[in-house]
């Protein structure tokens, strides 16, 4: 069974800070996605990691896909608090189940 | 566009009572999924459907029942609610095809007393 971990659980920091948040599996993932739930608002998709070893930037964030493609990473450059929110990850195991990890709840204090 | 359109937003019952909760999308996407949030629990799926007139178990279906009627809407119902069915209700629509985005609604807050 593919489990994803994602870590830290919890996370708080200050305005300006820089953070890594990791996703991993003892398995293969076909794709990653990485998702921004808000407080009170739904997840929102930022995006999908496919290859493995690449790298896609979203202003301040970088999203990372393991060489192996069994971790995946998302740094955020001089945190803000509008970054506040769960940050989840998404795959598909081989029989194309969904699997969630999680969670990382981040809280940038200003 | 509205997307994914949850109702209602809020809800309070009675350990007991019965209700629907509706989702309903405009994008045309063939599944759709009910999760539940707790805290701590990240997003567990409760049923889902992957075209009109099809439902199946996810990883916590015991106590909830789904239909598809229609192709753009997706019910999930509560026969007799129970004090562990307090949660958030989230339902998420996807285009057919492996690897596609979940698109979600805002969420139903339900608190059964």
């Known amino acids: 069974t593919q489990l994803l971990e994602q870590s830290p659980q919890f996370l708080s920091i200050q305005e300006g800070e820089n953070l890594t948040v990791y996703c991993n599996s003892s398995?293969?993932?076909?794709?990653l996605q990485w998702y921004r739930q808000e407080p009170g608002e739904g997840p929102v998709l930022l995006v999908t990691?496919?290859?493995?070893?690449e790298v896609k930037k979203l202003k301040r964030l970088t999203f990372q896909f393991g060489d192996a493609r069994k971790d995946s990473s998302l740094h955020i450059t001089a945190a803000q608090p509008g970054d506040t929110g769960l940050y989840l990850c998404?795959?598909?195991?081989?029989?194309?189940?969904?699997?969630f990890g999680q969670g990382t709840e981040l809280s940038v204090k200003p | 566009n509205a997307g994914v359109t949850q109702t209602p937003k809020f809800r309070v019952l009675k350990t007991g009572q019965s209700m629907t909760l509706l989702c309903a999308q405009d994008m045309n996407h063939e599944y759709m999924y009910w999760y539940r949030q707790d805290p701590g629990m990240g997003l567990r799926l409760i049923h889902y459907?992957?075209?009109?007139?099809?439902?199946a178990k996810g990883e916590v279906p015991d106590g909830y029942n789904v239909s598809r009627l229609k192709k753009q809407n997706f019910l999930l119902g509560l026969e007799s609610a129970a004090p562990s069915q307090t949660s958030v209700y989230f339902c998420a629509t996807q285009r057919m095809g492996g690897g596609q985005p979940q698109h979600f609604g805002d969420g139903t807050r339900l608190s059964i007393l």
């Open positions: 998404l795959t598909y195991n081989q029989g194309g189940k969904l699997i």
């Open positions: 459907s992957v075209g009109e007139g099809t439902t």
């Open positions: 398995s293969v993932f076909s794709s």
């Open positions: 990691v496919v290859t493995g070893g």
